[in-house]
């Protein structure tokens, strides 16, 4: 009994400091873009170097960002087109060192929103989410003044 209230309080644990150190992140947009980068295209796991290194600990872990990425990826997609948009311009805002009109230039080409949606999430919430990013990237091609991807860059 005490080996299962050890799992439940490290998997509370981490859920929690996950959500903590995320809160610090802006917009939801960039959460959803760090939680992303830190899922492994190979494996599917998240992975992150202040993982507990026992391979119990990286599962554990793995396992909460799942779950916290899932979850805030599901309270994106609920969100009204205006808000995300705002919540884009938000996260654009915080790039410092990059040109905005290569910034959508390089979204319309590469997609990377696409690679934001959790693995477990199918069907309408993907398609959504997808379908509203380009809805946000066309209004934003347009104040940005980006004419149309450069497919040979």
């Known amino acids: 009994m005490l080996r299962d209230k050890a799992a439940i ?19 939801s947009y ?8 830190l899922r492994n295209p190979d494996t599917g796991r998240y992975e992150h170097y202040g993982f507990n ?17 899932e979850s ?9 087109l205006e808000r995300k948009k705002a919540d884009i311009e938000l996260y654009i805002s915080g790039i410092d060192q990059v040109d905005r009109t290569e910034l ?3 979204w319309l080409r590469l997609t990377p929103y696409k690679n934001l949606v959790p693995a477990s999430i199918r069907g309408p919430e993907r398609e959504k989410h997808i379908s509203d990013f380009e809805a946000i990237l066309g209004l934003l091609r347009n104040v940005y003044g980006v004419a149309s991807p450069d497919l040979n860059a």
């Open 72 to 80: 805030i990826f599901r309270e994106w997609v609920s969100y009204p």
């Open 30 to 37: 960039g959460r959803l873009v760090y939680l992303a980068g």
């Open 104 to 106: 959508l230039d390089a």
């Open 53 to 69: 290194q026992a391979y119990s600990g990286v599962l554990v872990a793995s396992r909460a960002l799942k779950r916290v990425h």
């Open 9 to 27: 309080d490290e998997h509370e644990t981490s859920e929690t400091l996950w959500v903590r150190d995320l809160s610090l992140i802006e917009s």
